[in-house]
């Protein structure tokens, strides 16, 4: 179902502003040749990050930094983040794609802002996981560390997304600045605009940012039209302070705003998503010896999320197999509130930080079920509310401290964090069956610690070699501890929390290598980890608990199993085979598999028993992907052409136990031109999917009620323009 736009300002504009793009593009034209003998330098924003900075950092993490965000066509950071080795999405529609990294999810990877900003999504269904309140306008830049390393703002249980959005101290002393982003693509009549100001004196700066997009639904390579169109809004401000020759305070405002966003492979769509979420942040460091440092930050993060079936036929007609018309809203209020304070200084040979940091998670929610009938001319309403989330509550504080160590050709990092995680909820549920508690909510205080290392040696000047040995903990999440019967995953159960559920445990260990011979560079990192207590659903016996949802089998309750095994490489390669031109290839694969696993053995859709499966694969895996990207810089004019070309090979290692289907593989090019007419100005325009292939990936979920998987968006032209005075 496409929205009625035809009185939305948005809807007349499009084309003023992208006929607007096309007379700035000509107009700048002729200045190029000008421009280039004036200064003989050309503008180069990097090919898309292929390379792992593993070695400065001292543990595997890849960086995204603002230029690169700004000449793509994609607009939601989920989708952004799929561009790297070994990071993939799940897709429920066209936005909001929930990250995946090294085959984790969910709450197994620690998704922050700045100096730990944390965000709780309202919707169960993971409509809006943490990188869709924040727009890639906002971002300055997005680190991502694969593994259980960064543990300094918060608990790290797998991976770690560090996105920063905040100026530095660096915004002081800079006049006064515009930024204009402009947006079009063509495949999805889709606008976005956002416009930064920035007033800026010795002591003090403020600066202003706020956006808009407008997307209808995106047809796939077949022709298809997915139910996927969205409109989002944000705002932002910054308010800077100096506090002294040797300190600052900044005050930060965020403000992400969505309406209409569609996911056919969900039961409900998302008709309101406002987020705000206010910051403060304070630094006084040394200027003798900046190491010497201590900063204190607050946050406080607030969701308010809606969802119906509004834009679903049986809203407001029978739909077999219903026999009535059948409305549902969904009203979740999610909130995170916390600080940090850390010092920082030099001890002998030795970099020391050490810090406190706490987080209180509170969550609430509700689903109403209306279903009206026409018997006898008789209309018939029955309604039945069910609380999602009652007063549920997460209150986690932790102790860090960290070392690094330089000397020589070794440099050394070590890192450990100690945390109190307390958990209660309001609920009134309790599920009992013949002696036996399988659901009561009971305030639950658990003790976590984790410890992480990573070492360096420069065996060469061309060659050095880095281990990481890592130990974390996770305490389950809002919706392992509390959910109530309702079908979050891709299977189609019902899902039910466990207040008592333990923590995971993951032990990893990293094997990088760099080799740079002139021109070249190579990385290669190999990773092992295993995870104790694995957080999962497991079936509940029928005469326990039946479910609620319509089509869904049974229901299963979040538990522990024994252990899960993750294993893989990521592997990259950045070549200059002659000047001017660039090459990068990566490749990812993981292999990851549960030690033992429970089959559930259906008849007509029934439980017929159980079966017990040794080696069986973790389900919802990446399969094997590799990336090739090459492109050449013109000095006259400047022009930067790009062709990327993605493969991504069948997926065959599925799940027995959880009747995981096979995907294919599939190969999509992306073409792009950067043109950079003037210091102030810069265009970029392309085409994704040239060859207009129909494909999905292994991790999008099925469209709702079939087994139809949800396709990705066919070719799309695409046009941007930054102007910067």
């Known amino acids: 179902m496409r929205r009625n736009r035809t009185k939305s300002f948005f809807g007349n504009s499009k084309r003023i502003i992208s006929g607007l793009i096309a007379i700035t593009s000509v107009f700048f034209m002729p200045t190029a040749e000008v421009v280039a003998q004036q200064k003989d330098s050309i503008v180069q924003l990097p090919v898309f990050e292929l390379t792992d900075t593993s070695v400065y950092r001292r543990m595997p993490v890849s960086v995204i930094n603002a230029g690169s965000l700004e000449q793509i066509r994609e607009v939601d950071l989920g989708e952004i983040l799929r561009r790297q080795p070994n990071v993939s999405g799940i897709r429920r529609g066209g936005y909001a794609l929930d990250p995946v990294v090294r085959g984790f999810r969910y709450s197994q990877i620690s998704v922050f802002l700045d100096e730990g900003i944390h965000i709780e999504g309202g919707c169960p269904n993971r409509m ?5 309140h924040i727009e890639p306008e906002q971002v300055n830049s997005l680190e ?4 259980p390393y960064l543990l300094q703002y918060g608990p790290a249980p797998s991976a770690s997304i560090h996105i920063k959005t905040r100026p530095d101290q660096s915004a002081f002393n800079r006049g006064f600045h515009a930024t204009s982003h402009t947006g079009f693509d063509a495949g999805r009549n889709g606008l976005k605009q956002h416009i930064s100001l920035l007033f800026s004196a010795e002591k003090a700066f403020l600066s202003l940012g706020g956006g808009i997009k407008d997307y209808d639904n995106y047809t796939d390579g077949n022709g298809k039209e997915w139910n996927s169109s969205f409109t989002k809004k944000d705002i932002s401000a910054d308010a800077g302070f100096r506090t002294g020759k040797s300190g600052f305070l900044i ?3 965020r403000g992400s705003f969505g309406k209409d966003i569609l996911f056919p492979a969900l039961p409900m769509d998302e008709t309101i998503g406002n987020t705000n979420i206010f910051s403060g942040y304070f630094e006084r460091y040394d200027p003798a010896n900046p190491e010497k440092r201590l900063t204190l930050s607050a946050y406080h993060s607030k969701v308010y999320h809606v969802m ?17 018309i059948m409305q549902a809203t969904a009203i979740a209020n999610a909130s995170s509130t916390g600080g940090r304070f850390s010092i920082s200084y030099p001890f002998k040979s030795l970099n020391m930080l050490h810090g406190i940091d706490t987080r209180i998670t509170t969550k609430d929610g509700t689903r109403d079920m209306r279903m009206i009938m026409i018997m006898d001319g008789q209309e018939y309403t029955s309604e039945k509310k069910i609380n999602l989330w009652r007063d549920a509550l997460i209150f986690n504080t932790g102790l860090f401290t960290s070392a690094v160590l330089k000397k020589g050709k070794t440099e050394a990092f070590i890192a450990a964090r100690l945390d109190l995680n307390h958990a209660e909820s309001g609920d009134t549920l309790i599920v009992a069956k013949e002696g036996n508690l399988w659901y009561k909510s009971t305030p639950v205080n658990q003790l976590l610690y984790s410890i992480s290392g990573n070492i360096t040696y420069r065996l ?3 060659t ?7 130990r974390s903990q996770r305490a389950g999440d809002m919706q392992e501890r509390y959910i109530k019967f309702l079908a979050t995953g891709f299977d189609r159960y019902d899902y039910l929390g466990n207040p008592l559920i333990k923590p995971e445990t993951n032990h990893q260990a990293d094997l990088m290598l760099t080799y740079r011979p002139g021109k070249a560079q190579l990385l290669v990192n190999l990773f092992i980890s295993r995870i104790d207590n694995y957080i999962t659903g497991v079936l509940l016996p029928p005469n326990v608990a039946r479910p609620l949802s319509q089509g869904a089998p049974g229901v299963k309750q979040f538990g522990n199993v024994d252990a899960a095994v993750f294993t893989g490489l990521e592997a990259s390669l950045s070549w200059i085979p002659f000047k001017n031109s660039n090459i990068g290839v990566s490749g990812a694969y993981t292999f990851a598999y549960f030690t033992k696993a429970e089959k559930i053995i259906l008849e007509n859709n029934q439980l017929a028993g159980t079966e017990v499966i040794k080696n069986d694969p973790v389900p919802e895996i990446p399969a094997l992907d590799a990336t090739m990207i090459f492109s050449y810089k013109f000095r006259k004019p400047r022009l930067k052409p790009q062709l990327t070309v993605r493969a991504v090979a069948a997926q065959n290692h599925v799940s027995i136990s959880y009747y995981e289907e096979k995907s294919p593989g599939y190969v999509i090019t992306d073409l792009a031109l950067n043109y950079y007419p003037h210091k102030s100005v810069s265009l970029s325009a392309g085409v994704s999917n040239l060859f207009d292939i129909a494909c999905y990936d292994h991790l999008n979920r099925r469209l709702l009620g079939s087994n139809e998987k949800l396709y990705e968006p066919g070719r799309s032209f695409y046009i941007n323009l930054k102007i910067k005075i």
Do not use: C, E
């Open 128 to 132: 809006d996981p943490v990188l869709a």
């Open 144 to 147: 991502i560390v694969k593994g």
């Open 251 to 253: 005050l930060s405002y």
């Open 308 to 324: 119906d079936n509004s834009f679903r036929p049986q809203y407001s007609q029978v739909v077999p197999p219903y026999n009535g």
């Open 460 to 462: 060469t000047k061309k």
């Open 464 to 470: 050095t070699i880095g281990v990481g040995l890592a």
